[in-house]
């Protein structure tokens, strides 16, 4: 949008009310006319090189690993060690012996999860310290589908509910058991001492 030129009667206009007006800073000296800059020259930017493009030239050359979420077993034994070192080491190496078993072969999660409830509350109550919980290692699935299932409910559950009230106050630890124990198929629970 270019500016319109002023009229002889608007510059006349403009020169009575400039004489009229006070200057709002009259100790800076007054010109009579600014200075105006020279209009810029545009400069020249050099013409774009058109690239040739192939598929996939972008692509980095190694790809990229998934990061899928760690396995249940993964996970218990990277978690933080809750109850005295020496006993858990002996515990992890098959040294220790339960104190009492429980079975989950063969159950649905609807008959599993109050058996296990009222196994570790039960052991708890009696003074036991571990307990062995064997789930088994589970079937794997017929058709493994888009998404990608676990291999045993109850192996991925078991962690879960001892970890969630009413057995969260009860259990100080669980790691998967040992190979003479059931190995993945079975878990070591460490249980708390009633007070």
């Not at 030129?5 to 403009?14: F, G, M, N, R, V």
């Not at 078991?158 to 058991?177: D, G, K, N, Y």
């Amino acid at each position: 949008m270019t500016r319109r030129k002023l009229t002889s009667d608007e510059i006349e206009l403009w020169r009575k009310v400039a004489k009229q007006a006070e200057r709002l800073h009259p100790e800076i000296p007054q010109t009579v006319h600014p200075t105006t800059l020279p209009k810029p020259t545009p400069k020249k930017l050099p013409k774009p090189r058109i690239e040739t493009f192939e598929v996939g030239q972008n692509q980095p050359s190694k790809p990229s690993t998934n990061r899928l979420k760690p396995s249940i077993t993964e996970t218990l034994r990277a978690a933080p060690v809750q109850m005295d070192t020496k006993a858990f080491g002996r515990m992890k190496r098959g040294k220790l012996k339960p104190e009492g078993k429980l079975d989950l072969h063969g159950m649905r999660i609807d008959t599993a999860h109050p058996a296990l409830v009222r196994f570790v509350l039960t052991a708890q109550a009696q003074g036991k310290r571990l307990v062995l919980v064997i789930t088994g290692k589970g079937k794997d699935r017929d058709e493994p589908g888009p998404i990608p299932t676990p291999r045993g409910v109850l192996r991925n559950q078991v962690p879960h509910w001892l970890s969630i009230p009413p057995l969260a106050q009860a259990v100080m630890q669980v790691t998967p058991a040992h190979i003479s124990h059931g190995g993945d198929g079975a878990y070591y629970v460490y249980l708390r001492r009633v007070r």
